[in-house]
């Protein structure tokens, strides 16, 4: 059986003062299959989490590809943060 694994998508909407924020978020998980999909994820955004996991050093070099894939062919005031997740496990960082 072919499982086939879609990159998440949810919107979440928040009031600040007088304004309301939308918020499109993609989570693809990290996965390469998604790549090539990126330009319609961040097409438009203001802002990109980057998220990568802390105990694998693999997810770090990946992060730094992300980073520049949206400085090359993101929206040009693009503002990036990045998290390092899972760190609660930072003894086998």
Same mark, same amino acid.
């Given at each position: 059986?072919? /499982?086939?694994?879609?990159? !998440?998508?949810? #919107? %979440?909407t &928040?009031?600040c003062?007088?304004? /309301?924020? %939308?918020?499109?978020? $993609?989570? #693809?998980?990290?996965q390469? =299959?998604f790549? !090539? /999909?990126a330009p319609?994820?961040? =097409?438009g955004?203001a802002?990109a ?5 802390i105990t %694998?050093q693999?997810?770090?070099y #990946?992060?730094k590809k $992300? &980073?520049?894939e949206?400085k090359e062919?993101?929206p040009e005031?693009?503002v990036m943060?990045?998290?390092g997740? %899972?760190?609660d /496990?930072?003894?086998i960082r």
């Amino acid at each position: 059986m072919l /499982l086939l694994k879609w990159a !998440s998508f949810m #919107t %979440k909407t &928040v009031p600040c003062g007088n304004e /309301l924020h %939308k918020f499109l978020i $993609w989570d #693809t998980a990290g996965q390469e =299959r998604f790549h !090539s /999909l990126a330009p319609m994820y961040y =097409r438009g955004s203001a802002a990109a989490v980057i998220v990568y996991d802390i105990t %694998k050093q693999d997810s770090f070099y #990946t992060l730094k590809k $992300w &980073v520049k894939e949206l400085k090359e062919h993101g929206p040009e005031n693009i503002v990036m943060a990045i998290a390092g997740n %899972k760190c609660d /496990l930072s003894d086998i960082r």
